[in-house]
């Protein structure tokens, strides 16, 4: 079955530090891997994708995530935290011999929080 | 352009009434999916049309239907409302069917409370 897990409930990083925000995930085949930022009373905007390819993705507002196939992870990391990238950040999978090509499977969220 | 854009903002309904949620997608697209996020969670995946065909349903009760229409905008119908149907119910749009060909745009979404 596919799963996506984010392990911690929340982040605590300072202003001007590298970020990361931890995604692993469980799938039969091949894994689409997706970022999405939500900020409070908001919808979802998508930060980045991987698909296949180069196992650093870059995408938008300066984040990038690196893919781990051996170690089934798409940690999301910035090199330096702006306070306002304070927000929710979900990490999704959809896997490639999912009958479902629509379906994303969601993690529960990590809180992101920079402190100034 | 326009992006996603959700009606109404907020809802309030009691048990056992009917809601209807609206949605119209970014010009030009014709996937519409929608989803349920309880507070605290992630979210979980309605239903999927795209070209005005249902594509895929995920794990809700009867209770809960859809429907594409010919400009690509969605209605999303909820019927003998339950208390932990109080959730935001969010609405996203894409070029393709696939989720692997374009991301997600969410709009905003609606807040259903139900008391």
Redesign the interface.
Known sequence: AQSVAQPEDQVNVAEGNPLTVKCTYSVSGNPYLFWYVQYPNRGLQFLLKYITGDNLVKGSYGFEAEFNKSQTSFHLKKPSALVSDSALYFCAVRDSLSDSNYQLIWGAGTKLIIKP | DAG?TQSPTHLIKTRGQQVTLRCSPISGHK?V?WYQQVL??????IF?Y?EKEE??R?NFPDRFSARQFPNYSSELNVNALLLGDSALY?C?SSLE????NS???????T?LTVT
Do not use: C, M
């Not at chain 2, 069917?97 to 692997?100: K, L, T």
């Not at chain 2, 991301?103 to 905003?108: A, D, E, K, R, V």
């Open positions: 996603v996937s999916s605290g969670q992630g979210p979980q995946f999927q795209y594509r895929g995920g969010l996203a069917s696939g989720a692997y991301p997600l745009h969410f709009g905003n979404g807040r």
